[in-house]
């Protein structure tokens, strides 16, 4: 049975911390990047079938993640974290093909709901929320 | 008369107003005054002076006629001695003589220089008394006696002697009228020229003394248009018209400065406004660590080590602490404060107001780089008003670059007391035509509600009050760097205009 790959990234250390492990317990394989710019290459290196990205980062933001993804693998479900979100921030997201958005503060049930809707997408069947 | 009634008590006043009157007014009098007197005194002294001479003209008259008739008796006593006729005649004009002197011995004796009374009327008196004798002897008798020898020698001398005191007498008055028609004459002059020099110092004075204090006045307006609100002080020892001027320009400054005030404050609260996107995304960071954190404690706990609970526990007291600051550092900037002066720590106040934006230029995309020089020294200054002044200049900087754009804030020492803090920024730059214009109140090129055009003015306004200058470099399309000059130690203390506010444990 084939695990949905999930990339994970944030420049605050304690998001990747806290949300691996219960992304791994729906049955994800998770990688956790806090440079958004090593992340790209990973991106670039391995495609990814979900992608969980911070979108305000030093250097390389979420929407520049966005589009790499997407360049690669135009299947991959992109889900932006957002501090602040502005309705022109959420219309690129959304033009460029950001699967959903996700404001800080979150509770970690609510990416894992969003992270199982996009793999049931995709059609990983046995992810779900236990 | 004045009245207060919109402040208290205000020292710069009791100040301008504590001293001596000595109005333009009374000093005007008093030189026309003094002019007037002294007219007064050189024409009452030209009328006595005058009026002597006449007298002495009278004095002189009295002796020329006195002498003029001893002249005519030694005239028919001459006769007497060559034909023995006329000496009816000499004793007549010595009675004359004699006559006038009688008449006018009391006014002589008041008027006349002094004269030897005693002698000349003995000899007059020898003199007639010699002719007397002359009398009952016939020529003939005469001739032949031996006596006549002696009367003619004695009426030769005492009628010579009359005529040489008398005219002595007359020719020494010729000489003192002529001194005092001397006099007369002069004293005009000498007046004249006195008066002269008196009125150009004078002139001189009064025009001092107006031009000084309107020299002071525009001096006055000149700072204040730089945005220096420091109260006028008392510069003169008297007070006179322009204090009216002076304690006006107080209550003006005084109105100014509470405008000025109430501008910088709603400015600044514009400015925070404007932040709001940046503070938002920079709270919700911790807020977001913490939420995880916490969820991930009550999803996990019995899962989880103990080492665990402490890690995430501490990162929750560390995110709390990180939010605190957070909120700390805006509100430290929003509260409304009263100004104060104080020492501040340059460096830590361009940080800080670096964080405030750091925010908002990475929601844009920008980067802003921290170059300060360490150890800088310590300057007095308002610590909201001068964060106000660079966050001014880094939202600026903002709105002129594009995505991936650079603003730098540069801090370093300058000889002679100086610090310069520059604010630059890789943006649009500012064209030629307008640059003159951008600390100008209500100066704009941003749409309506984007810019108010008040952030340079209030700038501007802020150093000035902090004796400091604000100047601006650009090239259109290139860059635009905006540099302040701030004084430090001892030329600061001179520039600054903290006065009025009782220090609150600065030092
Ligand atoms: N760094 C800069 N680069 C380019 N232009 C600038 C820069 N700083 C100021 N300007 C120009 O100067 C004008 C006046 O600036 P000012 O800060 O006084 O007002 P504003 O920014 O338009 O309005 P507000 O500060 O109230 O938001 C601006 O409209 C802009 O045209
Ligand atoms: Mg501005």
Request: glycine share 6%; hydrophobic share 40%.
């Amino acid at each position: 049975m084939k695990r949905p790959t999930v990339l994970l990234i944030d420049d605050e250390p304690i998001v990747g911390q806290r949300l691996k492990g219960t992304l791994e317990k729906l049955g994800c394989e998770v990688d956790v990047f806090q440079d958004p710019g090593k992340a790209l290459d990973r991106i670039r290196e391995k495609g990814f079938d979900i992608i969980v990205t911070d979108v305000m980062m030093p250097d390389v933001n979420g929407i520049q993640i966005l589009e790499a993804a997407k360049a690669v693998n135009a299947d991959a479900k992109v889900i932006i974290i957002t501090g602040f979100a502005t309705s022109d921030l959420a219309r690129e997201c959304m033009e460029k093909g950001a699967f959903d958005m996700i404001a800080k503060p979150f509770k970690p049930s609510d990416l894992r709901s969003m992270v199982v809707r996009a793999a049931t997408e995709m059609g990983f069947t046995d992810i779900q929320e236990r | 008369m004045w009245f207060f009634n919109s402040t208290p008590t205000h020292d710069e006043r009791d100040d301008l107003l504590g001293r001596p009157s000595f109005n333009f007014r009374l000093q005007i009098i008093l030189g026309f005054f003094t002019f007037f007197i002294l007219s007064v005194v050189i024409t009452i002294g030209a009328m006595l002076t005058i009026s002597r001479i006449e007298r002495k003209i009278e004095t002189v008259s009295t002796w020329e006629r006195f002498l003029y008739n001893i002249e005519q008796a030694r005239r028919w006593e001459k006769n007497y001695f060559l034909y023995g006729t006329n000496l009816d005649d000499a004793l007549e004009s010595t009675a004359n003589a004699q006559a006038i002197l009688n008449e006018n011995l009391h006014y002589l004796e008041q008027m006349s220089i002094p004269w030897p009374k005693e002698e000349l009327m003995r000899d007059l008196a020898l003199y007639q008394s010699s002719l007397k004798m002359l009398a009952p002897i016939s020529l003939q008798e005469f001739n032949t006696a031996d006596g006549r020898m002696a009367v003619e020698a004695d009426l030769r001398r005492y009628g010579a002697q009359v005529v040489t005191e008398a005219a002595a007498l007359a020719a020494k008055e010729h000489e003192l009228i002529a001194k005092w028609l001397n006099i007369v004459q002069k004293v005009p002059v000498y007046f004249l020229i006195f008066l002269f020099f008196l009125m150009i110092y004078v002139a001189r004075f009064l025009s001092l003394r107006f031009m000084q204090p309107l020299k002071q006045l525009v001096q006055h307006t000149q700072r204040i248009a730089k945005g220096d609100f420091t109260p006028v002080k008392p510069a003169r020892k008297y007070r006179d018209e322009f204090t009216t001027v002076e304690v006006a320009i107080n209550r003006m400054l005084r109105e100014l400065e509470s405008r000025q005030n109430s501008l910088i404050e709603s400015h600044k609260l514009r400015a925070v406004g404007i932040l709001t996107a940046g503070v938002a995304h920079e709270l919700n960071n911790p807020l977001n660590n913490i939420m995880l954190s916490a969820h991930s404690l009550l999803e996990e706990y019995d899962e989880l080590s103990k080492d665990e609970h402490t890690e995430m526990i501490t990162d929750i007291i560390q995110e709390t602490d990180r939010s605190r600051a957070i909120v700390h550092n805006l509100l430290d900037f929003t509260r409304e404060n009263k100004s104060v002066m104080q020492p501040l720590d340059l460096s830590l106040l361009l940080n800080e107001t670096a964080k405030l934006a750091f925010n908002q230029a990475r929601v844009r995309g920008v980067a802003i780089q921290l170059d300060i020089e360490p150890e800088l020294p310590a300057i007095r200054g308002d610590r909201q008003q001068l964060k106000q002044v660079f966050l001014n200049l880094v939202l600026n900087a903002l709105d002129a670059v594009n995505k991936g754009g650079r603003i730098q804030l540069k801090a370093r020492k300058q000889p002679n007391h100086r610090i310069i803090v520059e604010v630059e920024d890789n943006g649009c730059g500012i064209p030629p035509e307008v640059l003159p214009n951008i600390f100008d109140p209500f100066f704009t090129t941003k749409p309506v509600g984007k810019g108010t055009g008040l952030g340079l003015s209030v700038s501007h306004g802020i150093i000035s009050n902090h004796g400091g200058r604000i100047e601006v470099a650009s090239e259109q399309g290139r860059y635009s760097r905006f540099t302040v000059t701030l004084p430090w130690g001892a030329t600061q203390t001179a520039a600054t205009s903290d006065q009025r506010q009782p220090q609150e444990g600065a030092s």
